[in-house]
């Protein structure tokens, strides 16, 4: 059964950190890329950062490039979002998801195998 399970998010002050975590089963990851979205309350879901798990290039949105990094751990095989200097826009909900590619990785519709979400909430 293909799985993808979100962890990590937290409530943390403005400035702070996180490492969002997303652990894959069911599937091999070396096949697909995977992707990183937000949902702000009242917004679309949007693509902020996408790894090809092929050849292992990174792509970010202009608003969290320097800020955040997406990385892989092969063994266990779980994807992360390294976030930094966080601030109160960043406050979402933030999911994972898998496609063929990151082409166009900011289209929500290109990807599938959703995870549950975690919540990111940048607050003092």
């Known amino acids: 059964q293909v799985q993808l399970v979100e962890s990590g998010g937290g409530l943390v002050q403005p400035g702070g950190s996180l490492r969002l975590s997303c652990t894959a089963s069911g599937f091999t990851l070396d096949y697909y890329a995977i992707g990183w979205f937000r949902q702000a309350p009242g917004k679309e879901r949007e693509g902020v950062s996408c790894?090809?798990?092929?050849?292992?290039?990174?792509y970010y949105i202009n608003s969290i490039r320097g800020r955040f990094t997406i990385s892989r751990d092969n063994a266990k095989n779980t994807i992360y979002l390294q976030m930094d200097s966080l601030n109160a826009e960043d406050t979402a909900v933030y999911y994972c998801?898998?496609?063929?590619?990151?082409?166009?990785?900011?289209?929500?519709?290109?990807?599938?195998?959703w995870g549950q979400g975690t919540q990111v909430t940048v607050s003092s």
């Open positions: 790894i090809s798990l092929s050849d292992g290039s990174t």
């Open positions: 998801a898998r496609a063929w590619g990151c082409a166009d990785f900011s289209l929500p519709h290109n990807f599938g195998s």
